[in-house]
């Protein structure tokens, strides 16, 4: 039980899940992919900091057929829930009655109160086939079918820690009580009753809302518009991003503006509900060699400053080999207050910690390929 009160950082490893306890130096690996063709993903832990969840899928296996790990972190034992049954509970993510599904996204609540996944039609006497948008209520142990799209619309999902509202991205619009699909993507909240659309795009407008994070209190969702641009630079076109980060305030029903930021990538909640930590790839034009390199710049907005404060730039890392990965946000810990990010060095990615300033730098993985996702213990 010592270990609990350390913070912990779970690690998507070399396609396993590893522990690291900063303050012992301890490296615990708890789940090994069984072949090859696993895939580990999807890594969440549970807003009391008892469990870590993720998935695991294999590109051999038939499409309905996934599995769900529940870790206890006191024990370090993985269970292995068969079809995605839930703890405690007799409801299935597949169903057995016709039509079938092959689940394509699973997102789970903080607390694991509740459980939303997209699972597209099989059956082949429904055309054309739907893309669905399930949520499961644990609690009451419900299981409600939302939203139904054509089988070729995506989904981005995002839970409030407590498992009250459900923001998610996905081609179409509310008219009304019904609802129509639209080449243009909207942003919606589901509150368990009722969807509402919260953020419209303009018809042909050039930015595509990408991205969704609510602050840790659950009042907030923080919002990604982003638009590809291209450069012309000594003849070679390049292509890359940039866009808003916005937040719309559940408590007033409003969304917020906090401008344009230079090439946005990624980004995430600090702790304190008052700030986005986000990196930006910085484009940098070798002419020798006629190709672009690839850093990172990472800073934070805060919520009522109109500006941006650099805490790390690829400068701090150059000489030392260290290429930072803009597409996973950086994060800060929750109890330490450290910054988290992903950088790649002498061919395989790790993570990081510094301190605000970026002169204490220290690497806490030591993969032989690649760390793909981290999170922090509440």
């Known amino acids: 039980m010592a270990q609990e009160q350390d913070e912990r950082l779970a690690v998507i490893e070399d396609n396993q899940i590893v522990v690291y306890i900063p303050s012992s130096d301890e490296r615990i690996v708890i789940y090994q992919a069984e072949s090859e063709a696993d895939i580990v993903y999807s890594l969440t832990w549970s807003i009391d900091g008892q469990n870590i969840f993720f998935l695991v899928k294999n590109d051999l296996w038939s499409p309905t057929q996934y599995r769900f790990f529940s870790a206890e972190t006191d024990q370090w034992e993985v269970q292995e829930l068969t079809e995605l049954t839930l703890p405690d509970s007799n409801i299935r993510l597949r169903e057995k009655e016709e039509p079938e599904y092959r689940i394509r996204q699973v997102i789970f609540?903080?607390?694991?109160?509740?459980?939303?996944?997209?699972?597209?039609?099989?059956?082949?006497?429904?055309?054309?086939?739907k893309s669905i948008l399930f949520v499961i209520d644990v609690v009451e142990g419900t299981h409600t079918a939302v939203l139904s799209l054509p089988v070729y619309a995506g989904y981005e999902l995002a839970w409030s820690s407590n498992g009250d509202y459900l923001a998610f991205i996905t081609t179409g619009q509310l008219e009304g009580n019904d609802y129509v699909s639209t080449p243009t993507k909207n942003i919606f909240l589901y509150d368990g009753d009722s969807i509402q659309m919260i953020v419209q795009t303009e018809e042909n407008s050039p930015l595509e809302p990408t991205g969704l994070e609510f602050s840790p209190d659950g009042s907030k969702v923080a919002i990604g518009q982003f638009m590809e641009r291209q450069v012309d630079l000594m003849t070679s076109a390049i292509r890359y991003q940039y866009g808003n980060i916005n937040y719309y305030n559940l408590e007033t029903g409003t969304l917020q503006w906090l401008g344009t930021r230079p090439d946005v990538a990624s980004f995430t909640w600090a702790p304190d509900n008052r700030t986005i930590l986000y990196s930006a790839p910085y484009i940098y034009f070798n002419l020798e060699q006629q190709e672009e390199e690839l850093r990172a710049i990472y800073a934070n907005v805060s919520i009522g400053f109109d500006g941006y404060l650099p805490l790390i730039n690829y400068h701090d890392f150059v000489d030392r080999g260290i290429i930072l990965n803009p597409y996973v946000a950086p994060r800060l810990s929750p109890r330490t207050g450290q910054l988290t990010f992903l950088a790649r060095l002498d061919n395989a990615t790790q993570v990081f910690v510094s301190d605000l300033s970026g002169t204490e730098i220290h690497q806490i993985t030591n993969a032989t390929i690649s760390v793909t996702e981290f999170a922090w213990s509440p």
């Open 109 to 129: 609540s903080q607390d694991m109160s509740h459980i939303a996944y997209i699972a597209r039609e099989l059956s082949k006497t429904v055309s054309p086939p």
